[in-house]
């Protein structure tokens, strides 16, 4: 399957992505790679920081082929689209999944649901994805840096 092909299910939305976004969205993600360390809030909503970190790494991709995931399953799409845009193995994928769902838990159900083991997880992705979306921006998108 392909990106083009998931454009014809309506799993995604063209999108015409300008520098500008693209630098907000690394500022996103950078802000949050600081805020996720801030010892002074839950490990729950550290947790979340994170996720959202790596969730924009996937955005910035995504946006930078000319993409914007369709409101449906949005955070699912924008992470399976990590295999087509920066090529991310199947099994990190698998991996952020569970955190997806680890992060509606913890955001919406139950409190305290995180382990540190889960965070130290979860910010170590974060910071994978941000390494693998910079170089690969400059590699495939540098007239959007």
């Known amino acids: 399957m392909t990106l083009a092909e ?13 520098r500008q976004e693209i630098n907000h969205l690394f500022r996103l993600i950078e802000r949050d790679l600081k805020d996720c360390r801030n ?17 924009q790494c996937a955005n910035a991709a995504l946006a930078a082929e000319g993409f914007r995931a369709a409101k449906d399953s949005h955070h699912f799409r924008v992470i399976q689209s990590l295999k087509f845009t920066l090529e991310i193995n199947d099994k990190t994928i698998r991996k952020f999944d569970v ?38 921006m400059k590699k495939n998108h540098a007239d959007l840096i």
């Open 99 to 136: 955190f997806r769902k680890k992060r509606n838990i913890s955001e919406y159900d139950r409190a305290g649901s995180v382990s540190i083991a889960e965070f130290d997880e979860m910010i170590a992705l974060a910071e994978f994805l941000y390494k693998s979306a910079s170089s690969w």
């Open 6 to 18: 998931w454009k014809k299910n309506e799993w995604l939305v063209e999108h015409l992505s300008r």
């Open 39 to 55: 010892k002074k809030l839950s490990l729950d909503w550290r947790f979340n920081i994170a996720y959202n970190a790596a969730l």
